[in-house]
């Protein structure tokens, strides 16, 4: 009796990659790019108009919410934000997102103090009001 010789059975592998590659281009299409992080929360007040932000060399960002102050997604105290504004020179630019829900007397702090140390090229930070 003549022996059955046994055949090996092996996966076509192009489909499965096919799949995997498929797959991939499904899921970078589809996630969501991450957009600038901040340091603080914020409900920014909204405008109907405004210009859009020109790209300058030096600038800082300041954050201000009712409980705390950041300065380059920094948090840090009133305190500490006056000294690294000291560090800073007067032609810097300085863009301020203040909260809508933050106390005015806290906008109205940061802004003493830039005035104080002669910064006067300064930018507050709105959401425009989409249509």
């Known amino acids: 009796m003549a022996r059955k010789k046994r055949e090996f059975i092996t996966p076509d592998l192009t489909p499965l ?4 590659f498929l797959l991939l281009i499904f899921f970078l299409v589809s996630s969501v ?14 405008t109907q108009e405004g210009e859009g932000a ?8 300041i954050e201000i919410n009712k409980d705390s102050y950041a300065i380059n997604k920094e948090s ?7 000294t690294k504004l000291n560090s800073y020179e007067p032609s810097i630019v ?24 002669k910064k006067e090229n300064i930018s507050l930070i709105t959401e425009k009001e989409s249509k």
Do not use: C, G, H, M
């Open 54 to 61: 020109q790209n300058k060399a030096e600038e800082i960002t």
């Open 33 to 46: 790019f991450k957009k600038d992080e901040y340091a603080l929360l914020l409900n920014l007040p909204v």
């Open 17 to 20: 990659i096919d799949v995997v």
């Open 94 to 117: 300085v863009n301020i997102r203040a909260d809508q829900e933050s106390p005015y007397k806290r906008l109205i702090k940061v802004l003493e103090t830039l005035q104080s140390q």
């Open 76 to 82: 840090v105290s009133i305190s500490e934000l006056i």
